[in-house]
T-cell receptor
Framework: AQRVTQPEKLLSVFKGAPVELKCNYSYSGSPELFWYVQYSRQRLQLLLR??SRESIKGFTADLNKGETSFHLKKPFAQEEDSAMYYCALKAPPKAAGNKLTFGGGTRVLVKP | DTGVSQDPRHKITKRGQNVTFRCDPI?????LYWYRQTLGQGPEFLTYFQNEAQLEKSRLLSDRFSAERPKGSFSTLEIQRTEQGDSAMYLC????????????FGPGTRLLVL
């Protein structure tokens, strides 16, 4: 079974401080990993995906297959980063199913 | 706005009533997904369509739940004989037909069963 765990429900950091959101997954294969973000009163939107290997809004995430982790990092948090962040997993192409399996989410609060 | 749209945005109903939600995907997307999100949790997969074919259903989707996508465009999710445990945010997402396509989410329909 596929599972995503986000151990922190809440992360509170000061503006300009680094922030790291942890994501661990369970899947017997090579899944696709995503980070979605939901700002206040907005819909869930894709932040980044591991196959793109890009930085979005200063965030990066590296897939560590050995540790089955996909932690999200930003070196200098901004107040506009305050939001709910969800890590998600999808089975690789051709495998059964196209569903996303989400973690429980981490609320990030960036204080001025 | 060419994003995924959902209607209604909010629904309050009494236990035992039937409710129906609608989702309009992004026009060129042939895959459509329904998820449910309860307070403090991440979204949970319910079901998935490719064009008009329902290809996967979660065990969460009890017999009281039915989803359709009759012409491969919009989709409806119906809950019969609602229960208080059905109270949640119901999210719709769509994606292109390619396996590597990202899913784009709608604003959700918040259901409260009294």
């Amino acid at each position: 079974a596929q599972r995503v765990t986000q151990p922190e429900k809440l992360l509170s950091v000061f503006k300009g401080a680094p922030v790291e959101l942890k994501c661990n997954y369970s899947y017997s294969g090579s899944p696709e990993l995503f980070w979605y973000v939901q700002y206040s009163r907005q819909r869930l939107q894709l932040l980044l995906r591991h196959i793109s290997r890009e930085s979005i809004k200063g965030f990066t995430a590296d897939l560590n297959k050995g540790e089955t982790s996909f932690h999200l990092k930003k070196p200098f948090a901004q107040e506009e980063d305050s939001a709910m962040y969800y890590c998600a997993l999808k089975a690789p192409p051709k495998a059964a199913g196209n569903k996303l399996t989400f973690g429980g989410g981490t609320r990030v609060l960036v204080k001025p | 706005d060419t994003g995924v749209s959902q209607d209604p945005r909010h629904k309050i109903t009494k236990r035992g009533q039937n409710v129906t939600f609608r989702c309009d995907p992004i026009s060129e997307h042939n895959r459509l997904y329904w998820y449910r999100q309860t307070l403090g949790q991440g979204p949970e997969f319910l079901t998935y369509f490719q064009n008009e074919a329902q290809l996967e259903k979660s065990r969460l989707l009890s017999d009281r739940f039915s989803a359709e996508r009759p012409k491969g465009s919009f989709s409806t999710l119906e809950i019969q004989r609602t229960e208080q445990g059905d109270s949640a945010m119901y999210l719709c997402a769509s994606s292109r037909g390619r396996e590597t396509s990202s899913q784009y989410f709608g604003p959700g329909t918040r259901l409260l069963v009294l």
